[in-house]
């Protein structure tokens, strides 16, 4: 009976590890396109009481910062794409913007990353700011350092799919070639400053644009077997595909092995759209939380996520973006979702009563 009564012991310890995971790989986007949201005090307020430990900030909002002073939430804390070409023409700009948006609030707010630029591309409608991109990354780099947080926060970028010009099968991953120089220049940069590359991942943008080729288990993480079979990784989830298409793109990037990734964007839709529904997203989201905890196949081990986004935003557009918020502007939830806790772990209270119960019959 010792025997089992140390096994549940175990179990609980390994329950309470897992559900630890789970919550520390999972943050939520804070965006503020609508004009019905709650005050930031109430959003932060929200955040602490989900147990939501990290946020995504796309603008230094001194109203939200102001809020999150003492709330040990790390952020992830967003330049505009705005602001890119601006603090790219000299270091005293960044100086300033950091000192204003950074400087000011430390160590009070938790910022862990500054997001130089969301989606900047050679290939959509950014292009005019790719020159500016990396001159910025590094003005900003410098102004970090120059106020002495060198070493305590990441200074990155955003991206997005676009840049991937073969995805499939992941291992043959690669970047288009009409965009290589631009990402032969960031990578060059993360990896001398040691910061992860931040990737905005979909898989529902995927599925309904190819639902003849990519089913929706496999986007919902719910295909009872393995879809994609690649030398010996196999696939059942499109997230994992698409996380290990961009590592395998980065292999062939000079430096990029050594480049980690972050996922800085991912969630699906309620309404608005093909397959954007109240139970796909929730299924998308609950079976995500659970499994950033895991990796990818070509990448196990925990991965760093945050899900798009904390609210519905009605000033966004088309129609379908004003759905993606796992809560209403009310603050009442749209899914039942647990950030602490792993699905995997339903009960660590009556595991704990079992394994009380089993000691008490030694």
Request: aromatic share 10%.
């Amino acid at each position: 009976m010792a025997a089992i009564a140390l096994l549940g012991l175990l179990l609980v310890a390994s329950s309470i590890e897992i559900a630890a995971g789970a919550h520390e790989s999972i943050g939520v986007c804070y965006g503020m396109l609508g004009n019905n949201l709650p005050s930031h005090d109430e959003v932060i307020q929200l955040y602490k009481s989900r147990n939501i430990t990290k946020l995504r900030l796309y603008d230094p909002n001194h109203g939200a910062l102001q809020a999150l002073r003492g709330s040990n939430i790390e952020v992830m804390l967003g330049l505009s794409n705005s602001d890119v070409k601006h603090i790219a023409s000299g270091t005293e700009h960044a100086i300033w913007w950091v000192q204003k948006n950074v400087r000011d609030f430390w160590p009070d707010v938790k910022i862990k990353y500054i997001v130089v630029g969301n989606e900047i591309s050679p290939v959509t409608g950014t292009s005019h700011l790719i020159s500016h991109l990396v001159p910025a990354m590094n003005n900003i780099y410098n102004a970090i350092s120059f106020a002495g947080l060198g070493n305590n926060i990441k200074v990155s970028t955003a991206v997005d799919m676009t840049l991937i010009g073969t995805s499939y099968p992941p291992s043959q991953g690669s970047f288009r070639n009409d965009a290589r120089w631009f990402v032969d220049r960031v990578v060059e940069f993360l990896k001398f400053m040691h910061s992860p590359l931040l990737v905005n991942i979909y898989p529902y943008f995927s599925y309904s644009g190819n639902p003849g080729q990519i089913s929706l288990p496999y986007a919902l993480f719910t295909a009872p077997n393995v879809v994609v079979q690649d030398g010996s990784r196999q696939y059942r989830n499109l997230f994992d595909a698409m996380l290990d298409s961009v590592y395998a793109a980065l292999d062939k990037v000079p430096g990029g092995r050594y480049v980690d990734i972050v996922v800085s964007e991912s969630g699906w839709s309620s309404a608005g759209g093909f397959g954007a529904t109240t139970d796909n997203a929730e299924t998308y989201l609950r079976n995500l939380i659970q499994h950033a905890i895991e990796g990818s196949p070509r990448k196990p081990g925990p991965i760093e996520t945050y899900l798009f986004a904390m609210f519905d935003e009605n000033n966004k557009n088309p129609e379908l973006e004003k759905h993606f918020g796992l809560f209403s502007p009310n603050k009442q939830p749209k899914y039942n979702l647990n950030f602490g806790v792993s699905d995997r772990v339903c009960d660590i209270s009556a595991e704990t009563n079992v394994t009380a119960s089993l000691r008490s019959e030694m």
